[in-house]
């Protein structure tokens, strides 16, 4: 039986509680495809820009997107293709229910 530590533990735990929130599961969706804006995600997902960012913060804190500074926007995408992986593999159990 493979056990991991307590630490690893509670850093996937971690994890999985950042990505419980429908709207940052959304917002992963939407910059699988493309590097957006707050202001370009606000307006797909309905929310407002302080909401997006909000939501967009949590996912910054443990590495699921990253951010670029152009002029007076951030350009927001994921972090790596283990994020994306993450995602699609998600969905494919889901879809499997």
Excluded: N
């Excluded at 630490?7 to 493309?34: C, E, G, K, N």
């Excluded at 926007?73 to 293709?81: A, K």
């Amino acid at each position: 039986m493979t056990s991991i530590d307590e630490h690893t533990a509670f850093q996937l735990a971690s994890l999985f509680r950042t990505l419980s929130d429908p709207s940052r599961v959304r917002i992963i969706s939407l910059l699988l495809d493309a590097e957006l804006s707050v202001t370009s995600l606000a307006r797909a997902l309905e929310m407002s820009d302080s909401a997006v960012s909000h939501q967009l913060r949590g996912l910054r804190q443990m590495q699921l997107v990253k951010a670029r500074r152009l002029g007076r926007q951030v350009f927001y995408s994921l972090d790596d293709e283990h994020v994306a992986d993450l995602f699609r593999q998600g969905l494919k159990h889901i879809s499997h229910q």
